[in-house]
């Protein structure tokens, strides 16, 4: 026994002793002996120990260049033609747009329209014809164009119901649908005017033969909110709808927890039939930043813009699986609402083309007492059809204003003269 002992321990000290692995060698050696990084970036990942940083460009975006990335753009803007707003006296806003629809030679977009006698009043001065939010005592009208900066206001496609059906307080922030030759309209149905409690809604549909109308409401609702404790227990927000293997897919927006830890990320409803039922994914959330989502087919999976809220805030994702996103681009001065002329939406597409164009919004025009919002154009380069270099300039160079418009606040000011030497 007293032998077995001491050979172990002889064999244990000579494998300890042996020379590191043929790896360990390498890397050791890689690193002392691979030289520095090369004067021209490389196209592929090259064979080196690198920085995770490096390492990162290689593996999570599609180009370590983003000129060369198709998932990169920037974002262009145009004044529209066609709509009034009375002067921007806050009594007319129009806002979150939707996809933009072409049919019979024409584009399609409808909004959320809003025209009452004053301006947001806030939940407390609110009443029948004061409303509480920019998006209060609203309806879903639409417009149509042939070129898509000119617009020719059409009227009205959705009503408020009458009390106590869904949405009569306020239908906003719709969406539309294209399914076997009929015509769905999803939309935020609030039952009491926002910010009583919060922005809570379900979210309701109506449907037609013609993007023309006439529409006729479901009334019922279609996404209903989260039970009692759940992440969208109060909010189902920007309906987005998608035709991918043979179903809708619903990307919508929550917001939960507590001001001033508010969060607002988005979950995900598919369902057979346009008038549901829709099942939630059970991953939700899906994506954990943004504010009205847009999202694009795009090769075999979807893209999303995600701007505004959030850790991933000003990205552009990507979901081969259309569940879980990965960050596909950093970007900059992301369209709000973004409503993309997306092709491809209701195809069934598994070769995804991207987007050019489409509609957004500017919210906070008129300030406090005048606040209203109005429609905008963006263009950019997320296509795989289109190469436009000048979409794909990574820096937008802002004049001084624009900073000097993010001033410190009189807190911040108070703080930094109780911190000056006396
Ligand atoms: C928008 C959207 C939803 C919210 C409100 C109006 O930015 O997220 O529609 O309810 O704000």
Not at 302 to 314: R, S
């Amino acid at each position: 026994m007293k032998n077995i002992t001491i050979t172990l321990a002889v064999l244990l000290v000579l494998v300890s002793c042996q020379e590191p692995t043929k790896k360990e060698t390498a890397t050791e050696t890689t690193t002392e002996d691979q030289g520095s990084f090369p004067f021209v970036l490389p196209d592929e990942k090259p064979n080196r120990k690198m920085s995770a940083a490096m390492e990162r460009i290689y593996t999570d975006y599609e180009s370590p260049e983003p000129q060369n990335n198709e998932l990169f753009s920037q974002f262009k803007y145009t004044e529209l033609k066609g709509f009034d707003y009375n002067g921007h006296d806050g009594t007319i806003t129009r806002r979150d747009p939707s996809k933009i629809l072409l049919h019979d030679g024409k584009y399609y977009v409808w909004y959320t329209y809003r025209n009452t006698s004053t301006p947001p009043r806030g939940a407390d001065m609110s009443n029948d014809t004061i409303p509480s939010s920019d998006w209060d005592l609203s309806e879903i009208w639409y417009a149509t164009s042939k070129d898509g900066f000119t617009w020719e206001e059409q009227g009205v496609a959705i009503k408020r119901p009458e009390k106590p059906l869904v949405g009569w307080r306020s239908v906003t922030t719709t969406d539309i649908l294209e399914w076997k030759g009929k015509y769905y309209l999803y939309y935020q149905g609030f039952m009491e005017a926002s910010g009583k409690r919060g922005d809570d809604c379900p979210v309701a549909v109506s449907y037609a033969d013609s993007p023309e109308g006439p529409w006729t409401a479901y009334n019922k609702v279609v996404i209903p909110n989260g039970g009692k404790g759940e992440w969208d227990q109060y909010s189902i927000h920007d309906p987005y709808p998608l035709v991918h293997n043979g179903k809708i897919y619903i990307y919508y927006k929550s917001d939960f927890g507590e001001v001033p830890d508010k969060v607002r990320m988005q979950g995900l409803a598919i369902a057979d039939d346009p008038l549901g039922p829709f099942t939630k994914h059970p991953l939700n959330p899906v994506i954990t930043s943004g504010h009205e989502t847009s999202l694009f087919p795009f090769r075999k999976g979807v893209a999303a813009l995600v701007y505004k809220d959030g850790p991933e805030h000003n990205t552009i994702q990507y979901a081969e699986d259309w569940v879980n996103f990965e960050i596909a681009s950093i970007t900059e001065l992301m369209p709000y609402a973004a409503a993309p002329h997306v092709p491809d939406a209701f195809t069934n597409t598994k070769d995804g083309r991207g987007i050019t164009w489409g509609l957004a919004h500017f919210i906070s025009l008129g300030g406090k007492d005048q606040f209203h919002s109005k429609l905008v154009r963006f263009d950019c380069d997320l296509s795989l059809d289109l190469d436009d270099p000048e979409m794909k300039n990574h820096r937008v160079n802002h004049k001084p204003d624009v900073y000097y418009s993010q001033g410190l606040s009189s807190k911040q000011k108070e703080r930094l003269q109780s911190e000056n030497l006396e």
